[in-house]
């Protein structure tokens, strides 16, 4: 038999511990486990966190953590098209999407390259004319750049090189005819000059690489007069001065997502609808791992880079129409698990508007309401597997608040049937409740934010009737009495979005009055508020979880309508981003506050927007690991 050493001209290391710096291929023998343990390339795409709107036919540019898409359409499958159109402008940083400063008009069909500090915009549609314009941005704002000589929209949502070293190929000139173009322009960051002819008239490329090494494939080609829509599987090379053939795509395509090099493309997507990716070494194109959603008009991050870290966004889906869904392709020695809520088991009594404390494997939910006219005093423990019934509140409790720990915790304010808001606390010891004290309010209130610990709780606005109004106090609780700070929370707020501790919570949304949603944000040192980054979107009676500092809250509302939410948003210390939503729209839930990063959330219960829910969903964050395998030593 052959041995390692022979095949490949090496030896096998002997380790304690699998080594962190290992290359694909390698090999080697883990003297701990008594094994024959290796490192393998791992291709995936995996879910990013979805865009703040659906949307098709945006340009792109930056790379997988930090991309840049702007302008796009909304478009339901519903008349007129191509829908309303958009000038948003959105960031991705790795982990979810921000909204930045709005492009120069509102426009679909549009082309970037360059990065997320240094992106370029070419042509575009915008409902009634294609342009020649051109834009720079600065990773804030955008302004006008010199015209391209041709009107383009359609050449792709990405285009080839950066800001200034940029090249733009065909592209459609409608209403104008002959409506596909082969021309190229390329632009050295003030003006655009006439580049080398490509060899066919063409639209919808994938295109990708560096101004003086591009590449583009596919397309979709309309000889003049007549509009023939003839889908080509060609790719050509450019070299900064001309086109060349390369390699033939698998199947006919336009409308892909592209990223790469000219020795290391990769497409995705495209039309005829599809979850198609290909790769390119410069002259076989290889099928890799699907899409998960079939798409087209897709905006596409990575395009001067290698293919081991792509990324594309929105689109296009038959279906449904546009759409806000985020896939991130990685190459690598590593396997990338994405963050992503996942079902857990169903509580056991169905309702909403329940309070919730403690974490992922012990989990604690109280009181709520379901169909039965009265409130609920139902007490459930979650051991990581499955929810148990326990001794119930003193009294029936809905819209009240938690903090602590399964073991130990504290239920206060709430509302008792029919409508009766209550003042009074109960502890909690993982068996038996027993009274906590009144709380120092002149009436007693419900939807109260709360978070901290038994012994260092924090309830924070809600509602106090009589009189029927909102409130802006700020009630800290030792362990055995309740206190009110003489700092009151900034607004008169109901519901908030609450999570951290006594001396270091996240207050965010909630509502000033019914259908007033917030954006705000504060945070609390364990004496004054202080003013911290706005939500992307207002929220109220939305779950939470997490710190101060690494937080996400989701479900609830999202809009003054009555219905039910699955959008959520994260928090890093420095701003907000979006989140993959939960799997089913609610409101009024329960969850963790204040013992666990927000990469380990959780939420029972709430209300979907027509009946109470028994759903309980986790939250597991993105995580990175070594792709070892064992092997047998046979």
């Known amino acids: 038999m052959s041995t390692y050493k022979a095949l490949v001209g090496k030896k096998i290391k002997s380790v304690s511990s699998d080594p962190s710096d290992s290359a694909d291929g390698q090999m080697w023998y883990n003297t701990t486990t008594q094994s024959l343990r290796g490192l393998a390339i791992t291709e995936a795409w995996a879910s990013g966190s979805p865009l703040l709107s659906i949307n098709y036919g945006a340009g792109g540019a930056g790379t997988q953590t930090a991309m840049l898409y702007f302008g796009g359409a909304n478009y339901t499958g519903s008349p007129p098209y191509p829908g309303s159109i958009t000038n948003a402008t959105y960031e991705y940083n790795g982990s979810g999407w921000t909204s930045s400063g709005n492009y120069t008009g509102s426009v679909v069909y549009v082309s970037g390259c360059g990065t997320q500090t240094a992106g370029l915009a070419m042509g575009g549609y915008t409902g009634t004319a294609t342009l020649t314009a051109s834009a720079e941005y600065d990773g804030s704002t955008w302004t006008a750049g010199n015209s391209m000589s041709q009107k383009r929209q359609n050449a792709g949502t990405n285009m080839v090189g950066t800001q200034p070293a940029a090249l733009i190929t065909g592209g459609d000139q409608y209403p104008s005819t002959p409506r596909s173009l082969s021309t190229c322009e390329e632009y050295d960051g003030t003006n655009w000059t006439s580049g080398g002819?490509?060899?066919?008239?063409?639209?919808?490329?994938?295109?990708?690489?560096?101004?003086?090494?591009?590449?583009?494939?596919?397309?979709?080609?309309?000889?003049?007069?007549?509009?023939?829509?003839?889908?080509?599987?060609?790719?050509?090379?450019?070299?900064?001065?001309?086109?060349?053939?390369?390699?033939?795509?698998?199947?006919?395509?336009?409308?892909?997502?592209?990223?790469?090099?000219?020795?290391?493309?990769?497409?995705?997507?495209?039309?005829?609808?599809?979850?198609?990716?290909?790769?390119?070494?410069?002259?076989?194109?290889?099928?890799?791992?699907?899409?998960?959603?079939?798409?087209?008009?897709?905006?596409?991050?990575?395009?001067?880079?290698?293919?081991?870290?792509?990324?594309?966004?929105?689109?296009?889906?038959?279906?449904?129409?546009?759409?806000?869904?985020?896939?991130?392709?990685?190459?690598?020695?590593?396997?990338?698990?994405?963050?992503?809520?996942?079902s857990g088991a169903n509580i056991g009594t169905t309702r909403n508007n329940l309070s919730g404390c403690g974490t992922q494997t012990a989990s604690l939910i109280a009181g709520g309401d379901n169909t039965d006219p009265s409130y609920l005093a139902v007490v459930e423990e979650y051991n990581g597997t499955s929810w148990s019934e326990q001794n119930d509140l003193p009294a029936n409790r809905r819209s009240g608040a938690m903090a602590g720990t399964q073991t130990a915790a504290i239920y206060f304010g709430g509302q008792s049937y029919p409508n009766n808001e209550s003042d009074g606390s109960y502890k909690y010891d993982g068996s038996s409740w027993t009274s906590g004290g009144a709380m120092p309010v002149s009436n007693a209130f419900a939807g109260v934010a709360g978070t901290g610990t038994q012994t260092a709780a924090l309830g924070v606005g809600g509602y106090i009737d009589p009189p029927g109004a909102y409130t802006n106090l700020a009630l800290e609780y030792d362990g055995s009495s309740w206190s009110a700070n003489p700092n009151n929370y900034p607004a008169a707020v109901t519901?908030?979005?609450?999570?951290?501790?006594?001396?270091?919570?996240?207050?965010?949304?909630?509502?000033?009055?019914?259908?007033?949603?917030?954006?705000?944000?504060?945070?609390?040192?364990?004496?004054?508020?202080?003013?911290?980054?706005?939500?992307?979107?207002?929220?109220?009676?939305?779950?939470?979880?997490?710190?101060?500092?690494?937080?996400?809250?989701?479900?609830?509302?999202?809009?003054?309508?009555?219905?039910?939410?699955?959008?959520?948003?994260?928090?890093?210390?420095?701003?907000?981003?979006?989140?993959?939503?939960?799997?089913?729209?609610?409101?009024?839930?329960?969850?963790?506050?204040?013992?666990?990063?927000?990469?380990?959330?959780?939420?029972?219960?709430?209300?979907?927007?027509?009946?109470?829910?028994?759903?309980h969903e986790e939250f597991t964050g993105e995580t990175t690991a070594a792709n070892v395998e064992t092997f047998s030593t046979s």
């Open 197 to 342: 002819g490509y060899p066919v008239v063409i639209q919808n490329t994938a295109q990708a690489g560096t101004q003086t090494a591009g590449w583009a494939a596919g397309g979709l080609s309309d000889p003049a007069p007549a509009v023939s829509n003839i889908a080509r599987d060609a790719t050509n090379h450019y070299d900064g001065s001309s086109w060349s053939a390369g390699g033939t795509l698998p199947a006919v395509n336009y409308r892909a997502g592209a990223a790469g090099t000219q020795t290391a493309g990769l497409t995705f997507g495209g039309y005829p609808n599809t979850t198609n990716t290909f790769a390119y070494d410069g002259t076989t194109w290889t099928a890799k791992p699907a899409l998960a959603l079939a798409r087209n008009n897709i905006g596409s991050g990575g395009v001067s880079s290698t293919t081991t870290a792509a990324i594309g966004a929105g689109g296009y889906d038959p279906g449904p129409g546009s759409t806000s869904a985020t896939e991130e392709f990685t190459a690598s020695t590593n396997v990338i698990t994405a963050a992503a809520w996942a």
């Open 495 to 615: 519901a908030i979005g609450h999570c951290g501790t006594q001396t270091a919570a996240l207050l965010s949304g909630g509502a000033t009055s019914p259908g007033a949603f917030q954006s705000t944000s504060f945070t609390y040192d364990g004496s004054s508020f202080s003013a911290a980054p706005s939500l992307i979107f207002a929220h109220s009676v939305a779950a939470a979880g997490g710190t101060q500092t690494d937080a996400i809250i989701c479900t609830g509302q999202t809009t003054p309508q009555p219905t039910a939410s699955s959008q959520a948003q994260g928090y890093d210390g420095t701003s907000w981003s979006s989140r993959p939503g939960v799997s089913s729209v609610r409101r009024y839930s329960g969850s963790g506050k204040s013992t666990s990063p927000a990469s380990a959330s959780w939420v029972a219960g709430g209300y979907t927007g027509s009946a109470p829910t028994n759903a």
